[in-house]
């Protein structure tokens, strides 16, 4: 994996009940929110890591709401990240989906 970047750049589209952004995707420390956020990695290496350590690359995944994460991208990561209303009917879906899945270890989870 190369440097990360140290900004996040792109554009954002706010909906009742979700928020999108799309472009270059940076580096965060961990961190959870009430959303349920969907990202797809569309160029470049993106890494996903839990509150156990546990640091996975991935090209589309599932984070449901409350879940400790890390986003880690290298410099030419380019990504969308959904982010859905816990209350909303494709969040709800979203988490029926996940019911049966271990919760906050990245190693854990369904394919």
Do not use: K, N
């Not at 440097?3 to 799309?22: D, K, Q, V």
């Not at 156990?52 to 990504?79: K, S, W, Y």
């Not at 494709?90 to 906050?104: F, K, Q, T, V």
């Amino acid at each position: 994996m190369t440097t990360p970047t140290e900004t996040w750049r792109g554009s954002t589209m706010l909906r009742p009940g979700w928020l999108a952004f799309a472009g270059s995707v940076g580096t965060t420390d961990a961190h959870a929110h009430a959303a349920v956020q969907v990202p797809i990695v569309t160029a470049g290496h993106v890494e996903l890591s839990d509150a156990h350590g546990t640091r996975r690359p991935f090209r589309t995944a599932v984070i449901p709401t409350r879940t400790p994460h890390a986003v880690h991208g290298d410099a030419d990561a380019i990504a969308t990240m959904l982010y859905l209303d816990s209350d909303s009917a494709p969040a709800r879906r979203l988490a029926d989906e996940l019911s049966g899945a271990p919760r906050g270890r990245l190693d854990r989870r369904r394919p």
